[in-house]
């Protein structure tokens, strides 16, 4: 699982959100302050972009003109991850059926 001082990626606020936003967003343009949506702290959503970035989930371009953008994307990595996410969402908000195994 890892260390008990480590933070892993999915702790960090909105990123399933910002994940499953730009899945839903595939093949259009978005710029980063469209997730002010989502996050409205921009100088923080930009620092957990940068995370995602460096774990190869997104890919960040910058665009010069008119003026300066930062145009958002996933990675094939985060599509899969987007993919991922929103299908353990899907079973999370399920009711359970009586044949499955409840934990208990």
Known sequence: MGDVGTQH????????SILTYLESRRG????????RA?????????TIV???EE?????INVETKP????LLSLTPRGRTVA?????LDELILSPTDD???SGK
């Not at 990626?9 to 399933?16: A, C, M, N, P, Y």
């Not at 003026?67 to 930062?70: A, D, G, I, P, V």
């Open 50 to 52: 940068r995370q995602l």
């Open 67 to 70: 003026r300066k953008s930062y």
């Open 28 to 35: 259009e343009k978005v710029i980063a302050c469209e997730l």
């Open 9 to 16: 990626i999915l702790d960090i606020d909105h990123v399933f």
């Open 55 to 59: 774990k190869e989930l997104i890919i």
């Open 38 to 46: 989502i996050m409205p702290n921009y100088g923080r959503m930009m």
């Open 99 to 101: 044949g499955e195994v």
């Open 83 to 87: 993919k991922k996410l929103e299908a």
